[in-house]
């Protein structure tokens, strides 16, 4: 059997570092919230799993997947902005979660509990690991364009719809896998902070992609070997880890 | 001479408003054909059709197998400001052959060995107009699509940019579809204009029809407008 604290560390870097390259794509785009409403609507599933006490990782993914689609079926009917669809849907969601919630885990379900991690987590998030880095390396460049011009990529046979749907499921895993790690709070940091500081530090796109693959990784177990030395929860620290590299990535910002 | 393009009813619907209205063309093979029209005429709508980016209804058939090459309006230095990649990276989507990309800049009077490692958004307004047109030109267009390439452009830039369309299209037959609000460049350049403001308002070789009426009904005011004799 693996030791649990490696578990944590181990399961740390693999969110972590997935975390750091799709955010590294999420700037780009100036999409930057959009992580933050998704791992809102995990709540529901969160809740739902301390209820009934199966796995946080399952309810979260199932709940994120179920607020999107009906986020996406209001879009068709409704007419209405999907700021405005996403804004309501994402409050619901978080009200529902409440009044399942059992309060003497609120803490855990808003920013986490590294010791709930266990070897179903491990194996999860390894796959999870796997597959979004090799996806994740095969959409690089052309998300990026992407992000430069959509009439260029579309030009170039890219279809956004279709590499929009492959990131917006990677980031929903990667959400749904992080509840246990910051919770639901502090998702939007978790892929947006590493990004941040590799795009201060990087010259190019392969440093880029590098930088925030490494640097979220390593960021987040970090934060989590810190709880352990220092007994305070992981998910605050490794958000603070993160906003102190991005203050001294300034010092480095490329002109 | 070789057909390249049909355009037959084509009418382009957003959102419930009509931008384009039952317009028909055709583009022969060399041609510069160039799309002149106020703004908000459908000058851009029609690129996007015409790539089939979006929507449309009619027909629009491109010669078989044809490779086009396309640069969007207003596509500018911020766009890459605050993207972490070099000029080599961009070139390394469509190709990782470095001797290829350096011969395309050395084309365009580009010196690789300055800016490969520069961010775009580092460059000069001029080199980083020649840095786009050697991106679209690596995929070695037969058509090519520009849509105001001289907005962000001094008078040398859109002097090179011409000269060099001009050189290409001679040696290999490339057809260029340009929109332009330039009357200079229509004269001087184009071998059919198409006037559109939601139709065609007029279709054919600039001097015969290219008239101070036409234009005055084109833009809705007096244009100060001068017809220059090359020959």
Known sequence: MIDSFLQQILVGFFVGSIAGVLGSLMIIKRMALVSGPLGHLALPGVALSLVYNFNMFLGALLSILAGSIVIWILKIISKLHLEVLVGIIFASFVALGFLFLPMEHAEEALVGNILKINLSDLLISFLVWLIGLFVLWKIYSKMILLGISEELAKNEEIHPKKYYLIYLILIALICALSVKIIGILLTAALTILPAVFANNLSRNINQYFIISFLGGGIGTSLGILLSKFFSLPAGPLIILIFATLFVISLIFKRK | ?231
């Open chain 2, 1 to 231: 001479m070789e057909k390249i393009l049909e355009v037959k009813n084509l009418t382009v619907k957003l959102d419930n408003e009509i931008i384009i209205d039952n317009l028909s063309f055709e583009i022969e093979k060399k041609e510069v054909f160039c799309i002149l029209g106020p703004n908000g005429a459908g000058k851009t709508t029609l690129f996007k059709a015409l790539l089939g980016l979006i929507p449309f209804s009619g027909k629009i058939k491109w010669k078989e197998g044809i490779r086009i090459g396309y640069l969007p309006e207003r596509l500018s230095k911020m766009h890459f400001s605050n993207i972490p990649m070099t000029v080599k990276d961009f070139f390394f989507i469509k190709t990782k052959e470095l001797s290829k990309i350096q011969e395309y800049l050395k084309q365009v009077g580009l010196n690789p060995s300055q800016i490969l490692n520069k961010n775009p958004s580092q460059l000069s307004g001029g080199q980083f107009q020649r840095f786009l047109i050697a991106w679209v030109f690596i995929s070695e267009p037969q058509v090519l699509l520009l849509d105001e390439p001289t907005t962000n452009v001094d008078v040398s830039g859109e002097n090179f940019l011409f000269n060099f369309l001009a050189q290409e299209r001679d040696k290999r037959n490339l057809t260029i579809l340009l929109i332009t609000h330039d009357l200079d460049i229509v004269y001087g350049f184009a071998t059919k204009v198409l006037c559109l403001y939601k139709k065609a308002l007029c279709w054919g070789i600039p001097r015969d029809v290219l008239t101070p009426q036409l234009l005055e009904k084109l833009y809705g005011t007096k244009l100060k407008f001068y017809i220059h004799k090359h020959d």
